[in-house]
T-cell receptor
Framework: KNEVEQSPQNLTAQEGEFITINCSYSVGISALHWLQQHPGGGIVSLFMLSSGKKKHGRLIATINIQEKHSSLHITASHPRDSAVYICAVGYFDTDKLIFGTGTRLQVFP | EADIYQTPRYLVIGTGKKITLECSQTMGHDKMYWYQQDPGMELHLIHYSYGVNSTEKGDLSSESTVSRIRTEHFPLTLESARPSHTSQYLC?????????FGPGTRLLVL
């Protein structure tokens, strides 16, 4: 069982819809990362957060440390947002990251 | 934008061949990582380095080896490729906690 669980595994949306992707983890962490992987394979780091909320453009990431849960929201989704969104967690005693299996998002025009 | 490069981007090779996947970064990051990712699956750490002459094996056992002779360069070598090595290999570097990923190398071993 993966220590990092994402839901849903697959998500389709119409352009303009509000998107939420969830991530749950099992033990205390030092930080949580949201990454975006495009079909070509390249990965871009979107957010790193250890508490509260961060916003960048149409993307918002939140984390609830007590509930061991994070969400990634996309407002006014667009076809170019289509990608795999990956949640990864880091721990205090190591630089290694543990990755979720990702959520595949497809946004249709 | 991060400057981390991987070559080749795609490689199709026969069983038994020796291959080296290249990874270079121009940001002066001390920490570098190699991940293996099968289609639809999560990334698994196979090697990492905290600086020149420092290399460690990751959580996923791998028959590959790495070297770190220069800060900017972290190549991965497979002495004898097998079909089970078919996968995507992603390199990353980090100054502190945020990791910057290269574009990946898709390897197919026939």
């Amino acid at each position: 069982k993966n220590e990092v669980e994402q839901s849903p595994q697959n998500l389709t949306a119409q352009e303009g819809e509000f998107i939420t992707i969830n991530c749950s983890y099992s033990v205390g962490i030092s930080a949580l990362h949201w990454l975006q992987q495009h079909p070509g394979g390249g990965i871009v780091s979107l957010f790193m957060l250890s508490s509260g909320k961060k916003k960048h453009g149409r993307l918002i990431a939140t984390i609830n440390i007590q509930e061991k849960h994070s969400s990634l929201h996309i407002t006014a989704s667009h076809p170019r947002d289509s990608a795999v969104y990956i949640c990864a967690v880091g721990y205090f005693d190591t630089d290694k990251l543990i990755f979720g299996t990702g959520t595949r998002l497809q946004v249709f025009p | 934008e991060a400057d981390i490069y991987q070559t080749p981007r795609y490689l199709v090779i026969g069983t038994g061949k020796k291959i080296t996947l290249e990874c270079s970064q121009t940001m002066g990051h001390d920490k570098m990582y190699w991940y293996q990712q099968d289609p639809g699956m999560e990334l698994h750490l196979i090697h990492y380095s905290y600086g020149v002459n420092s290399t460690e094996k990751g959580d996923l056992s791998s028959e590959s080896t790495v070297s770190r002779i220069r800060t900017e360069h972290f190549p991965l070598t497979l002495e004898s490729a097998r079909p089970s090595h078919t996968s995507q290999y992603l390199c990353a570097s980090s100054p502190l906690e945020t990791q910057y990923f290269g574009p990946g190398t898709r390897l197919l071993v026939l």
